[in-house]
């Protein structure tokens, strides 16, 4: 550990001086790998042309196929693209082969040329809500732009005969961008035309495949369809496909953990190599040697390297040497990000240690990830979905009920988090599990105050609950605030409390 410590031993302004170094690099490099012409003039002696700035304009200026793959090359989309388009309108054709490859362009980078790499993300504490929140919705942006006015389609649609490689682009741009149920019509379109998938259409729809489907059962069955086809279609699966197997079972619950080593078992016997977690481990500790925790790079590339490895400790290790990593690791040496929080959640599941998220949660709230509404739900819907022994449950209702207070006030009096009716109910289920009636009755309230509508099954279950503590004046009011929100099960709950309480006449 003491190599570790060198590397958090620095202190704010070291930091700082270190990230404004690296800014000041990617400045320069920005001015010029975007104005070249300004420094075109090489005064060293010898000349070292890796050393020279990058040729960021294009070379070839007629219409042509060969400017047109030129721009590809340089990852130049919407250049490109015009390009295309101009060829077209002018009575030229792009042969198939190209078309292809504009299309890899686009479905990878979506329909903006790429952004600067090697940017390390600069902010400070008082401005991290912001950053966050212009981040997601520049995402949402970005998405919403890729889905309904993407090029991408316009010029698949141009083509007279997609082949298998058109079908593939398009596939992987849709599963890339979140059109999950488009993938799949795409698909069944290229079986429609005779055609046969290739390895990497199936392993995106793989890894689409838990998005489309609700329950756990009909994600595993549609993963098990998908991998019949690519036999039926003899295409075979690659390490990119068990990784995406592997991705999708943890996305299907405890379902996951029952499939997985078979899954493993029946990759190894097709020859299939695999990354074993032995080998991560003895590369990790390498660092350890000498000097070379020194590869790791700047505190951006650290960030990116330790994220990955516990990104692959989460999928390959059982959940006990994952947290003995992650307890020496955090946060004395890496700020997992919100998603490596939601995989370490995932494979608490799937290692059936739900016990110990309340844990988890403390360390969410320190790493100021508690405002994080797609990570607080996911945590609310593991605690709400199955019976735990009563000591777990209470742990379950106090974690609960120290969420609720981040709705209510926020991170330094801010409301960051919105309720939705599947918050409100996983967080009453949670609260009734562990007998806390009076707390969820009090939740039960907040339907109302964010017009939200409760469910038929959450309603069910609370009355339940009401009919153990023998309260008919609660059952009464449950059946009016079911009422209030005109819920067509009413009746059934009207005559579900006249069946198992005694009413005085008023109360009928």
């Given at each position: 550990m003491?190599?570790?410590?060198?590397l958090?031993?620095?202190?704010?302004?070291?930091k700082?001086f270190s990230?404004?170094q690296?800014?000041?690099?990617n400045?320069?490099?920005?001015f010029?790998?975007t104005y070249?012409?300004?420094?075109?003039?090489?005064?060293?002696?010898?000349?070292i042309?890796?050393?020279?700035p990058?040729?960021?304009?294009?070379?070839?200026?007629?219409?042509?196929?060969a400017?047109?793959?030129?721009r590809?090359r340089m990852?130049k989309?919407?250049a490109?693209?015009?390009?295309?388009?101009?060829?077209l309108?002018?009575?030229?054709?792009?042969s198939?082969d190209?078309?292809?490859?504009?299309?890899?362009?686009i479905c990878?980078?979506?329909?903006h040329?790429p952004?600067?790499?090697?940017?390390?993300e600069q902010r400070?504490?008082e401005?991290?809500v912001?950053v966050n929140?212009?981040?997601?919705?520049k995402k949402?942006?970005?998405?919403?732009?890729?889905?309904l006015?993407?090029?991408a389609e316009?010029?698949?649609?141009l083509?007279?005969e997609p082949?298998?490689?058109?079908?593939?682009a398009?596939?992987?741009?849709?599963?890339?961008?979140?059109?999950?149920s488009k993938?799949f019509?795409?698909?069944?379109d290229l079986l429609?035309?005779?055609?046969k998938?290739?390895?990497?259409?199936?392993?995106?729809l793989?890894?689409?495949?838990?998005?489309?489907?609700?329950?756990?059962?009909?994600k595993?069955e549609?993963?098990?369809?998908?991998?019949?086809?690519?036999?039926?279609?003899k295409?075979?699966?690659?390490l990119?496909?068990l990784?995406a197997v592997l991705k999708?079972?943890?996305?299907?619950?405890?379902?996951g953990?029952?499939?997985?080593?078979?899954?493993?078992?029946?990759m190894?016997?097709?020859?299939?190599?695999?990354l074993?977690d032995?080998?991560?481990?003895l590369v990790?500790?390498?660092?350890?040697?000498?000097e070379n925790?020194r590869?790791?790079g700047?505190?951006?590339?650290?960030?990116?390297y330790?994220?990955?490895f516990f990104?692959?400790?989460?999928?390959m290790?059982?959940?006990?040497?994952m947290?003995?990593?992650?307890?020496?690791?955090?946060?004395?040496?890496y700020?997992p990000?919100?998603?490596?929080?939601?995989?370490?959640?995932?494979?608490?599941d799937?290692?059936?240690?739900?016990?110990?998220?309340?844990?988890?949660?403390k360390?969410?709230k320190?790493?100021?990830h508690a405002?994080?509404?797609n990570?607080?739900?996911?945590?609310?819907?593991?605690?709400?979905?199955?019976k735990?022994n009563?000591?777990?449950q209470?742990s379950?209702?106090?974690?609960?009920l120290?969420?609720k207070?981040?709705?209510?006030?926020?991170?330094?009096g801010?409301?960051?988090?919105?309720?939705t009716?599947?918050?409100?109910s996983?967080?009453?289920?949670?609260l009734?599990?562990a007998?806390?009636?009076?707390?969820?009755?009090?939740?039960?309230?907040?339907f109302?105050?964010h017009?939200r509508v409760p469910?038929?099954e959450?309603l069910?279950?609370?009355?339940?609950?009401?009919?153990e503590?023998?309260e008919?004046n609660?059952?009464?009011?449950?059946?009016?605030?079911s009422?209030g929100?005109?819920?067509p099960?009413?009746p059934k709950?009207?005559q579900r409390?006249q069946?198992?309480?005694?009413l005085?006449e008023?109360q009928r």
């Amino acid at each position: 550990m003491k190599t570790f410590l060198t590397l958090t031993s620095f202190s704010p302004t070291q930091k700082l001086f270190s990230l404004s170094q690296e800014s000041g690099r990617n400045a320069a490099k920005y001015f010029i790998n975007t104005y070249p012409k300004y420094f075109q003039k090489d005064y060293a002696q010898p000349h070292i042309p890796c050393l020279m700035p990058e040729t960021l304009e294009a070379q070839i200026e007629e219409a042509s196929e060969a400017a047109l793959i030129e721009r590809i090359r340089m990852r130049k989309v919407k250049a490109a693209v015009d390009l295309y388009d101009q060829l077209l309108q002018a009575g030229t054709s792009v042969s198939l082969d190209v078309t292809n490859q504009l299309l890899d362009l686009i479905c990878f980078c979506g329909d903006h040329d790429p952004a600067q790499e090697n940017v390390p993300e600069q902010r400070n504490e008082e401005t991290v809500v912001i950053v966050n929140s212009l981040k997601s919705l520049k995402k949402v942006i970005f998405i919403l732009n890729v889905l309904l006015n993407n090029n991408a389609e316009r010029i698949f649609a141009l083509l007279s005969e997609p082949n298998t490689h058109s079908y593939s682009a398009l596939i992987r741009g849709m599963v890339k961008y979140g059109a999950y149920s488009k993938a799949f019509s795409t698909y069944t379109d290229l079986l429609n035309n005779r055609l046969k998938a290739d390895v990497q259409t199936f392993n995106a729809l793989i890894i689409a495949a838990p998005e489309v489907k609700e329950k756990y059962n009909e994600k595993w069955e549609l993963i098990v369809d998908l991998l019949k086809q690519m036999a039926e279609q003899k295409v075979k699966p690659n390490l990119l496909t068990l990784n995406a197997v592997l991705k999708a079972l943890r996305r299907c619950g405890t379902l996951g953990k029952s499939q997985a080593f078979p899954v493993i078992s029946e990759m190894k016997a097709l020859s299939i190599g695999l990354l074993s977690d032995h080998y991560l481990l003895l590369v990790h500790e390498l660092l350890g040697v000498g000097e070379n925790w020194r590869l790791l790079g700047n505190d951006f590339q650290q960030n990116i390297y330790y994220a990955r490895f516990f990104s692959l400790l989460c999928m390959m290790e059982n959940i006990d040497v994952m947290l003995k990593w992650y307890r020496d690791l955090v946060p004395s040496v890496y700020y997992p990000s919100s998603n490596i929080m939601r995989d370490l959640l995932q494979a608490l599941d799937t290692d059936n240690r739900l016990d110990l998220i309340p844990q988890i949660w403390k360390d969410i709230k320190q790493l100021g990830h508690a405002n994080r509404q797609n990570l607080v739900e996911e945590l609310l819907i593991l605690m709400a979905r199955e019976k735990h022994n009563q000591e777990v449950q209470e742990s379950f209702a106090e974690c609960a009920l120290d969420i609720k207070k981040i709705y209510d006030t926020g991170d330094r009096g801010k409301v960051l988090l919105s309720w939705t009716a599947g918050s409100l109910s996983d967080l009453i289920s949670v609260l009734l599990a562990a007998h806390r009636r009076q707390d969820a009755w009090e939740m039960l309230k907040l339907f109302k105050t964010h017009n939200r509508v409760p469910s038929e099954e959450l309603l069910n279950r609370f009355l339940t609950c009401v009919k153990e503590a023998g309260e008919v004046n609660q059952a009464v009011e449950l059946v009016q605030i079911s009422a209030g929100f005109c819920l067509p099960e009413t009746p059934k709950l009207i005559q579900r409390v006249q069946q198992e309480f005694e009413l005085t006449e008023q109360q009928r």
